[in-house]
């Protein structure tokens, strides 16, 4: 059964420093998400993006955050200037045209910054 | 902001009894949704009812909605042990025909007890 990928599976970085994490959407899904858990709190959506532009994006994605598709497989969220409380887990959705009301969740990738 | 907010937080129950969840919303959705997480895990998709449909099984699971008391609720029967996870409902609003946004409860923690 296809399913969504995302890399690294866990990531530590320092104060300041840019990541990237990395997500592989089902292959013929056509909207993309990111979401984040901050341990023990709520899954907060972050953005969505479709046909290669922003559809929406919370509060929380500030001028920090960026997304990107730079070919046909994958979906990043760049972090330009980590700060500690970016610390959370990050979860790559996608969905479908057929279905695109379902969408399907990575794994995640555990984000600790120092 | 709508919510999902969902209760008990926490539920234990023998295996084998049913365990029924509740989750509260606020604003005008176009679905809600149901998922699981394990433990430091991602999100499985479970079942997902529509706004002008009250009631929809899956297996084990029986979701109904009642969107004039902005209300739905999770019933697992025959519980398993498998069952242990952390259950979140998740409304969904946006266009249509387009990205949606998903906004979740706190979540139930449910135990099923051997």
């Known amino acids: 059964e296809p399913e969504v990928t995302q890399t690294p599976s866990h990531q530590v970085t320092q104060m300041g420093q840019e990541v990237i994490l990395r997500c592989v959407p089902i292959s013929n899904h056509l909207y993309f998400y990111w979401y984040r858990q901050i341990l023990g709190q709520k899954v907060e959506f972050l953005v969505s993006?479709?046909?290669?532009?922003?559809?929406?994006k919370s509060e929380i994605f500030d001028d920090q955050f960026s997304v990107e598709r730079p070919d046909g497989s994958n979906f990043t969220l760049k972090i330009r200037s980590t700060k500690l409380e970016d610390s959370a887990m990050y979860f790559c959705?996608?969905?479908?045209?057929?279905?695109?009301?379902?969408?399907?969740f990575g794994p995640g990738t555990r984000l600790l910054v120092l | 902001s709508q919510q999902g907010e969902e209760d008990p937080q926490a539920l234990s129950i023998q295996e084998g009894e049913n365990a029924t969840m509740n989750c509260s919303y606020k604003?005008?959705?176009?679905?809600l949704q149901w998922y699981r997480q394990n433990s430091g895990r991602g999100l499985v998709h479970l079942i997902l009812?529509?706004?002008?449909?009250r009631e929809k099984h899956s297996g084990r699971l029986r979701v109904t909605l009642d969107t004039s008391k902005k209300s739905s609720s999770l019933l697992i029967t025959a519980s398993r042990a498998a069952d242990t996870a952390s259950y979140f409902c998740?409304?969904?609003?946006?266009?249509?025909?387009?990205?949606?946004?998903?906004?979740f409860g706190q979540g139930t923690r449910l135990t099923i007890n051997p």
């Open positions: 604003t005008s959705i176009n679905n």
């Open positions: 959705a996608s969905s479908g045209t057929s279905d695109q009301e379902t969408q399907y």
């Open positions: 993006f479709y046909n290669n532009e922003i559809s929406e």
């Open positions: 009812i529509r706004s002008n449909e």
């Open positions: 998740a409304t969904a609003s946006g266009s249509i025909q387009g990205a949606q946004k998903l906004v």
